[in-house]
């Protein structure tokens, strides 16, 4: 009963330093989702992906990049580390029930940028 | 304008009390509304959906929307303090939550 993993789940890094930040999901879903969330900012949508082999930006994607390697996994990409981007990072995936997309999210990755 | 907007917290209700959340949003073509409880520390957990207009209940909790007004709330009946966490908005479309409110219930 994984559902979504995200790895790893805590990191540090010097400003100017990458990383990327692993997500699989064993549940079949097409759709898959970055989220940072913020104090006091709710979740915001960095990327998703509707299905393999596509991505799309969302509301906050300057300074990450994302790869779709497959249905399973969906990762984010630092390539630059800055301050701003301290955050609670959140995996999700979604397969469409009647009505809705429901998202399900992993536990989360806590990145702080020095 | 931000998509989605909830009430601004904390809120503070006592044990077995109503505790009631609201939330409005931009996009009037917005057709799915999501309700997420949030512990602290940990990630967001769905509570219920709607996509009707008027009221949809499971278990202590009911979810209301008003489209012609853009507004969807969340009650929270018999406040327990296992209540007690963050409550998260959230619209279809791009999926855009709200900054969400976050509900203590006093024992």
């Known amino acids: 009963n994984a559902g979504v993993t995200q790895t790893p789940k805590f990191q540090v890094l010097k400003t100017g330093q990458s990383m990327t930040l692993q997500c699989a999901q064993d549940?079949?879903?097409?759709?898959m989702y970055w989220y940072r969330q913020d104090p006091g900012m709710g979740l915001r949508l960095i990327y998703y992906?509707?299905?393999?082999?596509?991505?799309d930006k969302g509301e906050v994607p300057n300074g990450y990049n994302v790869s779709r390697l497959n249905k399973r996994e969906f990762s984010l990409r630092l390539e630059s580390a800055a301050p701003s981007q301290t955050s609670v990072y959140f995996c999700?995936?979604?397969?469409?029930?009647?009505?809705?997309?429901?998202?399900?999210f992993g536990a989360g990755s806590r990145l702080t940028v020095l | 304008q931000k998509e989605v907007e909830q009430n601004s917290g904390p809120l503070s209700v006592p044990e077995g009390a109503i505790a009631s959340l609201n939330c409005t949003y931009s996009?009037?073509?917005?057709?799915?509304f999501f309700w997420y409880r949030q512990y602290s520390g940990k990630s967001p957990e769905l509570i219920m959906f709607?996509?009707?207009?008027g009221d949809k209940e499971d278990g202590r909790f009911t979810a209301q929307l008003n489209k012609a007004s853009q507004y969807v709330s969340l009650l929270i009946r018999d406040s327990q303090p296992s209540d007690s966490a963050t409550y998260l908005c959230?619209?279809?479309?791009?999926?855009?939550f709200g900054a969400g409110t976050t509900v203590t219930v006093r024992a």
């Open positions: 999700a995936s979604s397969s469409p029930t009647p009505g809705a997309n429901v998202l399900t």
């Open positions: 996009d009037r073509g917005s057709q799915s």
């Open positions: 959230a619209v279809k479309g791009r999926l855009s």
């Open positions: 992906s509707a299905s393999e082999g596509t991505t």
């Open positions: 709607i996509y009707s207009n």
């Open positions: 549940m079949n879903h097409n759709s």
